[in-house]
């Protein structure tokens, strides 16, 4: 086996002390996603949306990586192949537990893009909706995040990568969001074995060749010490 895609949601990161969305409780249980996680939402009332990721940016900066994200930088580090992960997290947990070959389908909250000019920068801890670009001045400062109806990142690297794995793994992500859910889809039409890493089985259980369950500080150590053999 050479090259292994991993593709992670926010029950990789559960354990991290940061919310997932659909859990009981979760964000969307206490925010209207329409509100905080739309273009039309941050263009009705951008300080509603920065304040929103600003919590979430102070949460995310203020967590440490748990023994999942150490397990999987282990694997790029010792696997013979390449291990690419795609995140559909904006926090960057991956990153600070050592994984450098990772894409932010959905955007970082490290990140901040100036939606007049398309000028990127580190965002800082806070933001205010008020401040100008660095770039061209505008006040149109806005998380570097991939909202609901915008197209996620690097989507084409995405899908060669998937079509071109001897494995597909999904990792705390309930398959609920388009089109990182369909990317199953993909590898199994294209003939790479697949496994689901999940606290529950998703709906669609009949799409992964293989299922751990579990919580993913331990199944995705034990995963990646199976692998390394
Ligand atoms: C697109 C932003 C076109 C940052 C996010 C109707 C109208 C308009 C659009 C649509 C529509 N119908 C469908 C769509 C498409 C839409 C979509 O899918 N909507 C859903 C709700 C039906 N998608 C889009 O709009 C996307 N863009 O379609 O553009 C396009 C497409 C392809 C090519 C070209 C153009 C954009 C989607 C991105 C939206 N932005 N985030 C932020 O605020 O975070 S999505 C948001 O959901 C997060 O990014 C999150 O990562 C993502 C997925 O959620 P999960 O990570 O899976 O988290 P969840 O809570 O759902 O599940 C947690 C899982 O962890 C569970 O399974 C649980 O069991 C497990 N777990 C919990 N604890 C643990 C655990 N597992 C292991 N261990 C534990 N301890």
């Not at 806005?142 to 996620?152: A, C, L």
Request: charged residues 20%; hydrophobic residues 45%; contains cysteine.
């Amino acid at each position: 086996m050479q090259r292994i895609v991993v593709l992670t949601g926010a029950g990789v990161s559960a354990e991290s002390g940061l919310g997932t969305f659909r859990d009981k409780d979760g964000l969307w249980t206490r925010y209207d996603l329409s509100k905080v996680a739309t273009p039309e939402g941050f263009a009705a009332d951008p300080a509603l949306v920065h304040d929103f990721y600003n919590a979430r940016r102070a949460n995310a900066l203020d967590a440490a990586p748990n023994a999942a994200h150490d397990a999987l930088a282990r694997l790029e580090r010792e696997f013979s192949g390449d291990v690419l992960i795609v995140t559909q997290n904006v926090d960057d947990l991956h990153e600070r537990a050592g994984s450098g070959n990772v894409i932010h389908m959905h955007g970082a909250l490290t990140g901040a893009l100036c939606a007049g000019c398309g000028h990127r920068w580190p965002a800082p801890r806070v933001m205010d909706h008020k401040a100008g670009c660095p770039a061209c001045t505008a006040p149109a400062t806005r998380p570097d995040i991939v909202w609901f109806g915008e197209v996620p990142y690097q989507m084409d690297k995405i899908q060669e990568a998937v079509f071109a794995a001897d494995l597909f793994v999904s990792i705390g992500t309930s398959g609920e969001v388009y089109p990182a859910a369909g990317f199953v889809d993909l590898a199994d039409a294209a003939g790479v074995e697949t496994l689901e890493i999940n606290l529950e089985p998703t709906p669609r259980p009949d799409l992964f060749d293989r299922v751990i369950k579990g919580p993913a500080t331990q199944t995705v150590p034990a995963w990646v010490a199976e692998i390394l053999g």
